[in-house]
């Protein structure tokens, strides 16, 4: 008797990262089928009462309904994952024990661990986790952290010469991890490309830049999407990010790649 493939929901706001993690999935679990995509956590709920599938793949921040709150409602119907670029959620509800968790960007070997212990769970009949105190309580993170979100940042202070500039960050094209300095590559107030180093680590101001003007390309570089010309790719799976009005080319490590299927 053929046992009933096992079936799976991706819900994230992000019609490239859906792909992707798609994709992921059919080469890191080929029995494996993926029966919905939601755009949101609303979606996500409805399809799952739909379809019922025996896994939940939720990104945490989305509009409306965010994955904590469609995980709330789906609770022990389906054996949930969080997909979340907050290290602190992720980790708060597997150490509970309670669900498992990807960080995006997802890697193929984070996600076969993920995929061994969901085999485990669907195959074992063992019943869906889900614990409400738990996913109240990392909602109520959420909102909080939400309410205590700092703004994006502004300005970033440099030392240009001999003077201290306050460089705009729209007019910053990227930046760069440089030994113990990080690279600022702006645009001076003649549209000429300039550069200044600063002693904040690149690490510490990832955070407080949009994450709509800027993204993060390598673990060494973040580019300012307006200040992108295009991309080539690059042999092993890379790819190049070329500047305009620059000679420089940062490089697209395989992690970022799905930051560019459409160009």
């Known amino acids: 008797m053929n046992r009933r493939r096992p079936t799976a929901l991706i819900a994230d706001d992000e019609p490239l ?10 080469d890191a679990w080929p029995e494996l089928e993926v029966v919905a995509h939601a755009r949101n956590g609303r979606e996500a709920v409805e399809r799952h009462a739909e ?60 996600l076969a661990q993920t995929v061994a212990r969901l085999r485990e769970r669907v195959q074992g ?8 105190a738990l996913l ?4 109520d993170d959420l909102k909080r952290r939400d309410a205590d979100a ?14 201290l500039r306050l460089i705009p960050v729209e007019d910053v094209d990227f930046i760069s991890a440089d030994d113990k300095y990080t690279v600022i590559a702006w645009r001076d107030d003649d549209g000429k490309a300039a550069e200044a180093l ?22 060494s570089h973040v580019v300012n999407w307006s ?22 080319v940062l490089p697209v490590s395989r992690s970022y790649l799905h930051l560019f299927k459409q160009m």
Request: proline residues 9%.
């Open 150 to 163: 700092v703004p994006p940042l502004r300005w970033i202070r440099a030392t240009v010469g001999h003077a």
């Open 198 to 219: 600063i002693a904040t680590p690149l690490k510490q101001l990832l955070p407080q830049l949009d994450p709509l003007q800027f993204a993060q390309v390598h673990r």
């Open 125 to 132: 009949t063992l019943p869906a986790l889900a614990t409400e």
């Open 51 to 110: 379809l019922r599938p025996d896994i939940c793949f939720l990104d945490v921040q989305m509009p409306g309904v965010s994955g904590i709150e469609a995980a709330r409602q789906i609770g022990p119907g389906a054996h949930l994952v969080f997909v979340t670029a907050f290290d602190q959620y992720a980790l708060s509800a597997f150490d509970h024990g309670v669900l498992d968790y990807l960080v995006k960007p997802v890697e193929p070997r984070r």
């Open 227 to 248: 200040a992108v010309s295009h991309v080539t790719r690059a042999p092993n799976e890379t790819a190049q990010v070329h500047i305009k009005g620059r000679k420089d």
């Open 17 to 26: 990262l859906r792909d992707e993690l798609a994709a992921l999935l059919a």
């Open 136 to 139: 109240a309580q990392l909602a």
